[in-house]
């Protein structure tokens, strides 16, 4: 399982910075996607 790219989670979600990972890993559990978009300050 990926962490959270900027900061500890603690595991709460599997995260990816890539569409294709995300959606690999996704459609074989017929899984949805959270989209998270922001800037690093």
Known sequence: ???HPHFDDGGTLEW???WA???A???PAN???FIE???EL
């Open 31 to 33: 899984k949805r996607i």
């Open 1 to 3: 399982m990926a962490s």
């Open 25 to 27: 890993a996704a459609k």
């Open 16 to 18: 990816s910075t890539r």
């Open 21 to 23: 990972d995300a959606l």
């Open 37 to 39: 978009f922001g800037r």
